[in-house]
Each structure stands twice: as structure tokens, then as C-alpha cells.
């Protein structure tokens, strides 16, 4: 019999961070999924095929979340009844006892459903994450004085390319963008504002992604809402504006892979601000694409002037701590490299000044 400590840690690690990320339900189903395994339960069917891997492969190829976005799909689905039942709603806490037991229930009757769901790579939007890049666009605009050119490389469904388009309530820091804006995103924001007065002009919009979520398919969207941790409403109900949005202003993701798109589409050029972005993507990338989509930037940055001058803005973990989140800007001419703020993952929290 294989070892399957590494599994059992891996769901283990999975229910910490779905705990501490403020899905409590979303951490208990993983420790009943971990349970499972351990009791020789039906749950390691569905897993089998990472079975044999180390914990941190496991991790990386998102086996857990892969089995929570499965559970949630069916439970979004509204064809498995009692699963629905246990799971919570506004004003309803759910039951991740009996939703365990219930979903227990359908790997045993849909195995062939569950290891199709589960073969895809899973794919989230983080709408709220807009809430850390705007500092960014703002200092761009501000310092620049300039209308943006907007390029997002790993952009999912590329609900953040419309971020001039929502509107951010930060605090005591005070509020930004379209007052009736059906996309509100409320952030803990901690420090002294970002420059709310600069006059923002998005004058182009572009976006790549390796594989592009496409919205205007009604079995896509429901993958992404279910990859959503079913306890976090909020969350939910902004990627539902967002994706409202995005259909009605016809967003459009290009599949490309992000080092050549950046290296052919997003030169700088005179008259405005040449903003590439991205969040939560870096990662993602083998070592040599990172060296080389850096290198494109940098060849961009070294072509920049004031008259057309180029931005990389990103939010994305500082090497070796996947757990934090950095939001870094480095503005050409001069290419100085900034840490704007300090955020939480999902834009729940910016600490502006990176205090
Ligand atoms: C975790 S998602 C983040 C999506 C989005 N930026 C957000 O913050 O919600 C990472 C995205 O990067 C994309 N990706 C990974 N490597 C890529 C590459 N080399 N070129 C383009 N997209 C890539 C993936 O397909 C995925 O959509």
C-alpha cells in the first residue's frame, strides 16, 4: 500500500490555509477529506492520481483545491440536493459534517464526473485584487501625468482589466473610480492613501493568458464560481458583477503565452503610459519564462522615455513566501524599483507604504 502521509499533509496544509484565508467550511471539509483518507474512505479515489507525489507537488498541482471546487461545483449545481442543504448560504452557516458525508455519497456514484472536473487545472479571477493594483495605476497616472495603456499578462477571465470601472471604498484612506459602479470592493486599506486625484484615462486595454477563461461560456463561469470557497459570499457576488460587466463591455483575452505577447504587443509608446500587470501569476512560470518575460520588460523599460514612459506593476509573492504578497512597481525613464504596499492575497487587506 502506498504511503499516503504526504496526501493527508497536503489536505492538512490545505485546510490551515483555507482556515486562515477566512474560509472556515472550506478548512473543515479538507480535514474530513484528510480523515477519509486516512480511514481508507472513497475520497482517495479521487485523488488517486497524486497520490504518490510529495506533499509540496501535491500542493503545487492544487490536488485540495481542486476537490473543494469539485464538492462546491455540485453543490452550485442544485442537482445533489442534501449537498446543497449543507452547505451555507447568506444567513445560514453550513454543516461541513453532513456536507462531508454527502459528498462522500456522490464520489461514490459520479466518480467519472469527479475525475473530469478534476483534471482540469484550476483557474479562480480575483476581482478584489484590483483593490491592491490601483494604488499602482494611480501612482502612474499621477507621476506620469499621462493617459494608460493597460497590458495584464495571466490575466484568467480578465475581469481586471475593467479595474477604472469598479468602485473601490478604502477606508478611512477614502474611495475611487465609477460612484455607480455595479462592482463595490471594500478593502481594509492601512496607511495614507494612494493619489486619489490623478486624473486616470485608460486609453487601450489588453490581456494574454496561457488559457483564457471564457466567460460567455455558461460551463466555464461555472467552473470559476465553484473554484470560489463557498463560505465567502462577497467573493462570490463581486466575480458575479464583474463577470455581468465584462460580458456587457465584451472583454476580450487573447491566448498567448505571456512572454512573447509582452515582447510583441506592449512596447511603449509616446503620448501615454505603457502599463504592464499582472497578479498572482508570476509563480506559474517555469524559471527560464520568468528570465525571459523580465527581459522583455526590460528591453520595453530601456526604450521608455518621459514622453513615453513604461510601468511593471505587479502584486505577487516575494520569492519563497507564497503565504505574503508584495505589490512592486518600477517606473521607466530611470526604472527605479518600488514595494508600493503590502497586501493580503485576495485584496482583503493593502498596507500602503508597505508598512
Ligand atoms: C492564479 S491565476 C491569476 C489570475 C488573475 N491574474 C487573478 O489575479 O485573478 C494565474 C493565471 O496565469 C496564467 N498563466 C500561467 N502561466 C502563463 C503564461 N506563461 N502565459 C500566460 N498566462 C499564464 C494561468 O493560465 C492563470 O490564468
Given at each position: ?41 472513497p ?22 483545491v ?9 453543490a ?5 440536493p ?14 461541513a ?14 466518480p ?58 478604502l ?65 462570490l ?49 517555469p524559471?527560464?519564462s ?25 502584486m ?18 530611470g ?12 485584496g ?8
Amino acid at each position: 500500500m502506498a504511503d499516503l502521509s504526504p496526501l493527508i499533509r497536503a489536505l492538512r496544509l490545505q485546510a490551515q490555509a483555507c482556515a486562515a484565508f477566512g474560509s472556515a467550511f472550506s478548512g473543515e471539509l479538507m480535514d474530513k477529506a484528510a480523515d477519509d483518507v486516512e480511514q481508507g474512505g472513497p475520497t482517495l479515489t479521487v485523488l488517486a492520481p497524486w497520490a504518490d507525489q510529495s506533499t509540496r507537488a501535491i500542493i503545487t498541482h492544487a490536488a485540495p483545491v481542486r476537490l473543494l471546487g469539485a464538492f462546491h461545483a455540485c453543490a452550485l449545481a442544485g442537482d445533489a440536493p442534501a449537498l446543497t442543504a449543507a452547505y451555507p448560504a447568506p444567513g445560514r452557516p453550513g454543516d461541513a459534517q453532513e456536507a462531508y458525508a454527502q459528498a462522500r455519497r456522490l464520489i461514490e456514484q459520479r466518480p467519472a464526473w469527479f475525475a473530469e472536473f478534476m483534471n482540469h487545472e484550476p483557474q479562480t479571477n480575483e476581482v478584489r485584487r484590483s483593490a491592491c493594483l490601483v494604488g499602482g495605476f494611480l501612482t502612474v497616472a499621477s507621476e506620469t501625468g499621462l493617459p494608460l495603456r493597460c497590458f495584464e499578462v495571466g490575466a484568467s477571465a480578465g475581469l481586471n482589466q475593467l479595474w477604472d470601472q469598479f468602485r473601490y471604498r478604502l477606508g478611512d484612506a477614502g474611495a475611487w473610480g465609477e460612484a455607480g459602479s455595479p462592482v463595490v470592493i471594500e478593502t481594509d486599506w492601512r496607511g495614507p492613501p494612494p493619489p486619489l486625484d490623478a486624473r486616470v484615462q485608460v486609453i487601450e486595454r489588453a490581456a494574454c493568458d496561457r488559457r483564457p477563461v471564457d466567460i460567455s461560456d455558461p460551463a466555464a463561469r461555472a467552473r470559476l464560481r465553484a473554484y470560489v470557497w463557498a463560505d465567502q459570499f462577497d467573493r462570490l457576488q463581486r466575480l458575479d458583477a464583474a463577470v455581468a460587466l465584462a460580458l456587457a463591455a465584451k472583454v476580450n483575452v487573447e491566448t498567448d503565452d505571456a512572454v512573447a505577447w509582452t515582447a510583441e504587443r506592449a512596447a511603449p509608446r509616446a503620448g501615454a503610459a505603457t502599463v504592464v500587470y499582472h497578479s498572482v501569476f508570476w509563480q506559474y512560470m517555469p524559471q527560464e519564462s520568468q528570465a525571459a518575460l523580465l527581459a522583455a520588460i526590460n528591453a520595453h523599460g530601456a526604450a521608455a522615455s518621459e514622453f513615453a514612459p513604461y510601468a511593471w506593476l505587479r502584486m505577487e509573492p516575494p520569492p519563497n513566501d507564497l503565504a505574503n504578497m508584495e505589490l512592486r512597481l518600477t517606473l521607466w525613464p530611470g526604472g527605479e524599483e518600488r514595494l508600493l504596499a503590502r497586501v493580503h492575497p485576495h485584496g482583503a487587506e493593502v498596507k500602503w507604504g508597505g508598512g
